[in-house]
């Protein structure tokens, strides 16, 4: 790329299309006109982006109820289940043990009764010379008799229902194993989806006036860097980036870089997205914004490192924005290598306060497409739409 000391990204589009300026402003404000109901704010498509992130919050608060009661509620099932399976794993061996006692005493009885050997048992029914005395002991003892086979009758039956009864809370209890690991789960992805929604509401709250506003390239990065790479991730792109360099590295260099300069630095990511195809291009030159490129300047600037580059796009992002003075010292591999030069080359950039929205980006600033700024802003939407959770 022929620059004289770098004097500016727009210097080289300019003579791109020296031989066709009328043409190249006619079709600047034909895009623009095209553009602009094109970046209608989100805003504007959704009565309130704000209301709608809260609903979602509420919905998520509300689901995370139930599966709080529905874990609290299999818990409890589960203590009481056990503890009535340990009072019947008490109560269903003395009832079996009454029962065969019963049936023992029974037992002992007729045998007393039939050999009338046993006068502790009351039955010396042939001992007596009195018949109606012996007559009203034998009804006593066939009563006596009935009364302890029905009651022993009546105690197997008990055993086997409570027997039941522990089997049918043994199988509950192991339904319940089995079920509460599944509601704690629901509710810990309840509870993650609380989170989410909350950073929803978060994330709203600081897009919507933004939006607003026209998108300005000045202003905070509303983004972490984990949300933009863990959209990377998610979009399917295979990045290529050199040095061992990571996605969550470069995110975070963009909410460095962006915030020590009030430059949106998550929509600076989603501006590095579309340039490199999800980080599959610029890797090797560390140049993730096409910095320097130009239809007949035989390639795009090289910069050392991932944070050279970036700290380059985000200062001529600056300077375009019209946004004051830097705060880090100027790129000396885009502005110049002298300190002092490179400081009055950006102070002179000839497009300095030309696009103070991202809308305003294409067409010739830093890109000839009129439709850049709308690639930008779509990936941007994107990834906050990832973010919200919506």
């Given at each position: 790329?022929?620059?004289?000391?770098?004097?500016?990204?727009?210097?080289?589009?300019?003579?791109?299309?020296?031989?066709?300026?009328?043409?190249?402003?006619?079709?600047?404000?034909?895009?623009?006109?095209?553009?602009?109901?094109?970046?209608?704010?989100?805003?504007?498509?959704?009565?309130?982006?704000?209301?709608?992130?809260?609903?979602?919050?509420?919905?998520?608060?509300?689901?995370?109820?139930?599966?709080?009661?529905?874990?609290?509620?299999?818990?409890?099932?589960?203590?009481?289940?056990?503890?009535?399976?340990?009072?019947?794993?008490?109560?269903?061996?003395?009832?079996?043990?009454?029962?065969?006692?019963?049936?023992?005493?029974?037992?002992?009885?007729?045998?007393?009764?039939?050999?009338?050997?046993?006068?502790?048992?009351?039955?010396?029914?042939?001992?007596?010379?009195?018949?109606?005395?012996?007559?009203?002991?034998?009804?006593?003892?066939?009563?006596?008799?009935?009364?302890?086979?029905?009651?022993?009758?009546?105690?197997h039956e008990q055993a086997d229902r409570q027997q039941q009864t522990h089997d049918e809370l043994q199988k509950k209890r192991t339904q319940l194993d089995a079920d509460i690991p599944r509601f704690q789960r629901e509710k810990a992805d309840a509870d993650q989806r609380i989170a989410k929604?909350?950073?929803?509401?978060?994330?709203?709250?600081?897009?919507?006036?933004?939006?607003?506003?026209?998108?300005?390239?000045?202003?905070?990065?509303?983004?972490?860097?984990?949300?933009?790479?863990?959209?990377?991730?998610?979009?399917?792109a295979s990045p290529r980036l050199s040095g061992g360099v990571t996605v969550e590295q470069i995110a975070q260099m963009y909410v460095d870089e962006g915030t020590a300069e009030n430059v949106r630095g998550d929509v600076a990511f989603a501006q590095a997205n579309i340039e490199t195809g999800?980080?599959?291009?610029?890797?090797?030159?560390?140049?993730?914004?096409?910095?320097?490129?130009?239809?007949?300047?035989?390639?795009?600037?090289?910069?050392?490192?991932?944070?050279?580059?970036?700290?380059?796009?985000?200062?001529?992002?600056?300077?375009?924005?019209?946004?004051?003075?830097?705060?880090?010292?100027?790129?000396?591999?885009?502005?110049?290598?002298?300190?002092?030069?490179?400081?009055?080359?950006?102070?002179?950039?000839?497009?300095?306060?030309?696009?103070?929205?991202?809308?305003?980006?294409?067409?010739?600033?830093?890109?000839?497409?009129?439709?850049?700024?709308?690639?930008?802003?779509?990936?941007?939407?994107?990834?906050?739409?990832?973010?919200?959770?919506?």
């Amino acid at each position: 790329m022929q620059r004289v000391l770098a004097f500016s990204h727009v210097s080289s589009r300019v003579r791109r299309r020296s031989a066709c300026t009328a043409l190249a402003f006619a079709a600047l404000f034909s895009a623009l006109s095209i553009a602009l109901p094109a970046f209608t704010p989100a805003a504007l498509s959704q009565a309130d982006p704000i209301a709608a992130a809260r609903d979602r919050l509420g919905r998520a608060q509300t689901e995370a109820v139930a599966a709080q009661a529905r874990y609290d509620q299999a818990v409890a099932d589960r203590e009481q289940s056990q503890a009535q399976i340990t009072d019947l794993e008490q109560a269903i061996p003395a009832t079996r043990a009454e029962e065969a006692a019963l049936s023992s005493e029974v037992t002992r009885r007729a045998i007393a009764l039939y050999k009338n050997t046993d006068p502790t048992g009351g039955l010396t029914v042939f001992d007596t010379n009195q018949p109606m005395e012996a007559g009203r002991k034998t009804k006593f003892s066939e009563a006596a008799d009935k009364y302890y086979k029905e009651r022993a009758a009546q105690l197997h039956e008990q055993a086997d229902r409570q027997q039941q009864t522990h089997d049918e809370l043994q199988k509950k209890r192991t339904q319940l194993d089995a079920d509460i690991p599944r509601f704690q789960r629901e509710k810990a992805d309840a509870d993650q989806r609380i989170a989410k929604a909350q950073r929803g509401v978060e994330i709203a709250e600081k897009v919507t006036p933004l939006r607003a506003a026209g998108d300005p390239i000045m202003g905070p990065t509303v983004l972490t860097a984990a949300e933009m790479a863990d959209w990377i991730h998610s979009s399917g792109a295979s990045p290529r980036l050199s040095g061992g360099v990571t996605v969550e590295q470069i995110a975070q260099m963009y909410v460095d870089e962006g915030t020590a300069e009030n430059v949106r630095g998550d929509v600076a990511f989603a501006q590095a997205n579309i340039e490199t195809g999800g980080f599959s291009a610029g890797g090797t030159d560390n140049n993730f914004s096409g910095l320097g490129a130009c239809g007949g300047c035989g390639g795009q600037n090289r910069f050392p490192t991932a944070l050279d580059g970036i700290r380059a796009q985000i200062q001529l992002l600056k300077a375009y924005a019209g946004g004051g003075p830097l705060v880090n010292p100027p790129s000396p591999y885009w502005w110049g290598p002298d300190p002092m030069t490179a400081a009055n080359k950006y102070a002179t950039f000839g497009g300095t306060g030309s696009a103070p929205t991202w809308r305003a980006m294409g067409g010739g600033k830093w890109a000839a497409d009129g439709g850049y700024a709308s690639k930008v802003l779509g990936a941007y939407d994107k990834m906050i739409t990832a973010a919200e959770g919506s």
